[in-house]
T-cell receptor, first 114, second 114 residues
């Protein structure tokens, strides 16, 4: 089984809808991250969490919110989806102790907002 | 502003030929440097990383990279490319000046001709 899983893998929704993307990990890592990938822009950090009680905004948090329900679960929500949030979304995890430990990525969720 | 530059959006090489993918970063302190690979439909996987010490680092799948402080570069190389190396490659940089988070380049898509 994969260490970092994301659900759903693909989602098509309409403008204004609320969407939740879920991430679960079995690696036992404290740190979890949400990125979005856009062609030509690489990965940009949306939110990150260093433990269950720690949530931090990343580079592009506007329009997004997160919830760290447990060490193993980190969800990303789009309260009112808009077309420019169409992108590939990745969850990642890493061990604690350093900001530069290897990050392990899920397979991604492709979100299309019509 | 902090930035990570991958000058080549696409590169095409013949199978068996050598490969070099370029990465430059924009500030002077000693960074933590990473190369990740993203195969189609999958998440990112770490190829190699540099924190300190020998400036030539070896990674998985026969890849290596060299840190050149004077050029602010961390170029990825492989002496003989295989068709299975076709993927997108991302350089990432971490440092205190980047808020202790990873900043990713825009990626380079590698195509391999048979």
């Amino acid at each position: 089984d994969a260490d970092v899983t994301q659900t759903p893998r693909n989602r098509i929704t309409k403008t204004g809808k609320r969407i939740m993307l879920e991430c679960s990990q079995t690696k036992g890592h404290d740190r979890m991250y949400w990125y979005r990938q856009d062609p030509g822009l690489g990965l940009r950090l949306i939110y990150y969490s260093f433990d269950v009680k720690d949530i931090n905004k990343g580079e592009i948090s506007d329009g997004y919110s997160v919830s760290r329900q447990a060490q193993a679960k980190f969800s990303l929500s789009l309260e009112s989806a808009i077309p420019n949030q169409t992108a590939l979304y990745f969850c990642a995890t890493s061990e604690g102790g350093s900001s530069y430990n290897e990050q392990f990525f899920g397979p991604g969720t492709r979100l299309t907002v019509l | 502003a902090q930035s990570v530059t991958q000058p080549d959006i696409h590169i095409t090489v013949s199978e068996g030929a050598s490969l070099e993918l370029r990465c430059n970063y924009s500030y002077g302190a000693t960074p933590y440097l990473f190369w990740y690979v993203q195969s189609p439909g999958q998440g990112l996987q770490l190829l190699l990383k540099y924190f300190s010490g020998d400036t030539l680092v070896q990674g998985i799948k026969g890849f290596e990279a060299e840190f050149k402080r004077s050029q602010s570069s961390f170029n990825l190389r492989k002496p003989s490319v295989h068709w299975s190396d076709a993927a997108e490659y991302f350089c990432a940089v971490g440092a205190k000046e980047y808020g202790n988070k990873l900043v990713f380049g825009a990626g380079t898509i590698l195509r391999v001709k048979s």
